[in-house]
């Protein structure tokens, strides 16, 4: 008889038994209810050789999964040894940090309020309000806000109300009535694409993050979106549905990466050729001559990357901006570049490719990380008026041109002067609800709030804190494993890549280091997980070294750090009695 389970595993063995359900899919699913590979192998009729082989781990099938799959894994084997011990999983494998800005959020709930409070004074029954009009808004909400002098959110409102009159030269009433309207989130966003008041002060923003104060000539256009990974999802989309990118085009992409980004260009719904610029560790993770000259051929329609990088922790240096703008430049003008730049706020030097080209990026800006916003989907996409897009649109021929004139004349009587930036927000709906498209009113508001908290924040005491707090698990994991401590200005430190084999030499000598890289680099994680009930990410996920390991620090403090050191240590001396010297 087989053992009893959970009734969803055994429902699941007997569609496995007949063939509706794949072995491999079953094994993980019954891992999910914490079913043991032998106790599920028996489950679906296995017995012996076939039996014995099905309860150990298939390391070669396992690292075609994306690492955030191998993570939930890795969290239940670890949840299965504290439920013997009564301890507590260290999960360094989040990516979101557990630092968040809490000014804001006073300011945000104040804001509310004033909304909620000017709608009831047009009300005529109990819990019901009106939409306002903005015609001395602004005298009201200076009212309020003298009224509200002791609430923590109040000085932080009425400093950036007079940033954005003051600096940013908007009408009071104007300001005041579209972050009130806003806040409501009565109407649907008016533009789709994004607010005035969210362009201005998010363009305002950008120009200090992304561009260090001292932006290119010509003027970008933003679109707000649900994070960075629907901004991805949107222009990935629009770049297919536009004829500028398609079924088997290059693109290249600079690893080690964000795993996510490896996985969506060679998705069937675009099936494009990934071309690997790789970063070279020996140079600190900044690329070489060789991989730069992939650049050079006009078969690559775009270069995607994440810059600063995840998960080596690194922005690109002005040599390596600099080596590989000159290749576009001269080789490949018509190249698009699509960055992600969530981690721009985290390092004291950035370089970006939108002062090289500012022309040719698509540029992708996520406030989730810096602000601790993950769950408010906090997006933007920077566009130049200038783009290369448009330019190879007008380029396509007339058959292409007049299929897509088809597509957006739902919009516009004139569909051929549609730029792109417009277009990304249509097809976001797929055109035909492109008036229902946008960002949601209150999460522009928080976009707008969070933007401003930072443009007033002249020392950057926020930034400097944030920072700091890295800085401090950095250094507390690498004096764990006893590894020199990386250094430089162009550091996040959000994530640390940890070289298992370099370690390994370092710890016990290049023998005993090629003794363990003959086995799979996975089991190590997987003993991590087991025997430390610590888990941490596969590098080889992200393209990174087969033997290396992600630890994310946003999200451990300093002595959760030390000890994700000291438990890699523990299973590395573990292989150490096993192998020998």
Not at 365 to 390: A, C, I, P, Q
Not at 435 to 456: A, D, I, R
Request: some cysteine; overall charge neutral.
């Amino acid at each position: 008889m087989p053992p009893k389970t959970h009734p969803f595993v055994e429902e699941a063995a007997e569609e496995t038994r007949k063939g509706g359900l794949s072995r491999r899919d079953f094994f993980k699913y019954a891992a999910c209810f914490g079913v043991s590979a032998l106790v599920a192998g028996q489950l679906i009729g296995l017995s012996g050789p076939e039996l014995a082989q099905a309860a150990t781990m298939d390391w070669k099938g396992l690292e075609q999964e994306s690492p955030f799959e191998i993570k939930n894994l890795l969290i239940q084997k670890a949840q299965d040894a504290c439920a013997k011990t009564g301890c507590s999983v260290l999960n360094a494998g989040r990516g979101n940090p557990d630092f968040l800005n809490t000014t804001v959020r006073k300011g945000f709930a104040l804001l509310t309020l004033f909304a909620a409070t000017v709608a009831e004074k047009q009300g005529g029954a109990r819990d019901i309000g009106y939409r306002r009009m903005k015609d001395g808004l602004a005298a009201e909400f200076t009212a309020f806000i003298k009224e509200q002098r002791g609430h923590p959110g109040a000085a932080f409102l009425e400093r950036a109300m007079e940033y954005v009159t003051r600096d940013l030269g908007m009408d009071p009433d104007e300001a005041v009535f579209e972050l009130t309207d806003g806040v409501q989130g009565d109407f649907y966003p008016d533009p789709p694409r994004i607010f005035p008041v969210t362009e201005a002060i998010g363009m305002r923003y950008l120009n200090r993050v992304v561009f260090s104060g001292k932006p290119p000539e010509g003027t970008f256009n933003l679109f707000a979106t649900e994070g960075a990974t629907a901004a991805m999802i949107y222009i990935f989309n629009s770049l297919r549905e536009n004829m500028v990118l398609n079924p088997g085009d290059k693109v290249a992409i600079v690893t080690p990466v964000f795993s996510p980004y490896l996985e969506l260009p060679v998705l069937a719904d675009y099936g494009l050729k990934p071309v690997y610029i790789r970063c070279s560790e020996e140079m600190g993770w900044q690329i070489p001559d060789s991989e730069v000259a992939k650049l050079r051929d006009t078969g690559v329609k775009a270069l995607y990357m994440v810059n600063p990088t995840n998960p080596t922790s690194v922005s690109l240096n002005a040599d390596t901006v600099g080596r590989m703008a000159a290749a576009i430049r001269e080789y490949n003008p018509d190249m698009v570049i699509i960055s992600d730049t969530v981690y721009a706020s985290f390092v004291d030097t950035f370089n970006t490719f939108g002062k090289e080209l500012p022309e040719n990026i698509l540029g992708v800006y996520s406030y989730s990380k810096y602000f601790g916003v993950t769950g408010w989907r906090l997006g933007l996409v920077m566009v130049h008026e200038n783009n290369v897009v448009d330019r190879i649109i007008r380029k396509l021929p007339r058959k292409d041109q007049a299929r897509l004139d088809v597509r957006y004349r739902l919009t516009s009587t004139r569909p051929e002067s549609i730029p792109f930036i417009e277009r990304l927000e249509m097809d976001s709906r797929q055109v035909a609800l492109a008036h229902t498209g946008g960002l949601s009113g209150p999460q522009q508001v928080g976009m707008c709030l969070f933007s401003l908290f930072e443009l007033l924040d002249e020392t950057f005491a926020y930034k400097k804190s944030i920072m700091d707090i890295l800085r401090k698990r950095w250094t507390a994991l690498y004096k764990a494993l006893g590894l020199p401590e990386p250094t430089g200005d162009n550091l996040t430190r959000y994530y640390a890549l940890v070289n298992i084999r370099t370690l390994a030499e370092k710890m016990y000598g290049k023998e005993f280091a090629a003794k363990l890289v003959k086995g799979h680099s996975l089991e190590f994680l997987f003993r991590l997980a087991e025997q430390h009930q610590t888990v941490c990410l596969p590098g080889v996920g992200f393209a990174g070294p087969d033997w290396s390991l992600r630890v994310a620090l946003a999200n451990i403090d300093e002595a959760a750090c030390a000890t994700v050191g000291a438990n890699v240590l523990a299973v590395l001396a573990g292989y150490r009695k096993e192998l020998g010297a």
